[in-house]
């Protein structure tokens, strides 16, 4: 696995508004890998924007090394840059405290009578939200933990929050365009079961992965 980086050229106005929706970003994570394309054999790439010290970044995690070229055809000239990811994964360790950064589609199904299987809809509230990943978090190898000052009876208070939440959008080829819940967590995790986070790491967790959701990182918390 590969995990890259490009600083997004916020300031091109063509660009920016050639990045109008997820639409957008999708096509151009998936046209920095010509040779798949080529191929007919695209593989599933995990991507995210991060905005850190003022700066729009697209993370992306990969099977493959992207065109770097390609992978720079939004962003700033010079900024891309990319490095194996397997080798951070290998030095994961049940126990370790880390600190983690995730978007994700927190949703759930209702009962709709016009839909038979239920309808899949957006948590809106931030309880809400936090509650959609704790359900998450034993099956996907780590346990959410709180800080040394937090009661150990004070669940809303878990050493985890979300960050951000909006609603960008996605444009259809054969539907009207819709409104997706995004929404950034950031926090401490402790690892509890190694092969089952490497596989949320590089599998992603939740719904709309091929949109910008569902990429986890971590990194280890400063002691």
């Known amino acids: 696995m590969y995990l890259s980086r490009v600083e997004i050229d916020t300031t091109n106005r063509r660009k920016t508004r050639d990045l109008s929706h997820l639409g957008a970003y999708h096509n151009w994570v998936e046209h ?8 007919g054999q695209r593989q599933r790439h995990l991507w995210r924007i991060d905005r850190l010290n003022g700066k729009n970044y697209l993370l992306l995690l990969s099977p493959t090394r992207p065109v770097l070229k390609d992978f720079e ?9 990319t490095k194996s990811y397997d080798a951070w994964l290998d030095q994961l360790e049940t126990g370790m405290v880390m600190r983690f950064r995730l978007t994700a589609n927190p949703t759930h199904s209702i009962i709709d009578p016009e839909h038979p299987k239920g309808r899949v809809v ?6 809400q939200q936090k ?39 996605l444009h259809h080829h054969t539907e009207n365009s819709v ?17 089952a986070l490497k596989r949320t790491l590089t599998m992603g967790i939740g719904r ?6 569902g990429l986890m990182t971590v990194i280890p918390e400063a002691q």
């Open 32 to 39: 920095s890998f010509p040779d798949e394309i080529q191929k």
């Open 131 to 169: 509650k959609w990943l704790e359900d998450r978090a034993t099956r996907a190898g780590f346990e959410l933990i709180r800080r040394s000052n937090v009661e150990p009876d004070t669940i809303h208070k878990l050493a985890f929050d979300v960050v951000s939440h909006d609603w960008p959008v």
């Open 122 to 127: 957006p948590h809106v509230t931030i309880e």
């Open 208 to 213: 709309e992965r091929a949109f910008g959701m």
């Open 73 to 81: 055809r939004y962003g700033v000239a010079g900024t891309a840059v």
């Open 179 to 195: 409104r997706m819940s995004r929404v950034t967590f950031e926090g401490l995790l402790r690892v509890k079961d190694v092969t």
